[in-house]
Nanobody
Framework: QVQLVESGGGSVQAGGSLRLSCTTS????????MGWFRQAPGKEREGVAS????????LYAGAMRGRFTISLDNANNTLYLHMNSLKPEDTAMYYC??????????????????????WGQGTQVTVAS
């Protein structure tokens, strides 16, 4: 059974930092894309960042580029999201996700919610102004 478990969320002041973690277990494939997504109240879930297990360069949604860093520790089956310079508009539930398509995903696909098969339960991030 595939499990993705996020942790590291919390409440911070604007300008602060957080590091989210996503630990995976039971994943049946050796090659995979992983991503971070977020969903604010009343809004659709959106892509934040994506990375490929084979060492592909990280991909970020525009608003996060330069502030967020995604990384993958293959040895420990853990995905990270380092978030700096947090803003109130970053407040959301953050989810990690994984997928293993048989094709190389385009950048658009990598940040698309319905491209991913496996999802965690999410961790809340709240940024106070």
């Amino acid at each position: 059974q595939v499990q993705l478990v996020e942790s590291g969320g919390g409440s911070v002041q604007a300008g602060g930092s957080l590091r989210l973690s996503c630990t995976t277990s039971g994943y049946p494939h050796t090659s995979y894309y992983m991503g971070w997504f977020r969903q604010a109240p009343g809004k659709e879930r959106e892509g934040v960042a994506s990375i490929y297990s084979g060492g592909d360069s990280a991909l970020y949604a525009g608003a996060m580029r330069g502030r967020f860093t995604i990384s993958l520790d293959n040895a420990n089956n853990t995905l990270y999201l380092h978030m700096n310079s947090l803003k109130p508009e970053d407040t959301a539930m953050y989810y990690c996700a994984a997928t293993s398509p048989v094709w190389a995903m385009s950048n658009t696909e990598r940040l698309r919610v319905n491209s991913y098969t496996y999802w965690g339960q999410g961790t809340q991030v709240t940024v106070a102004s």
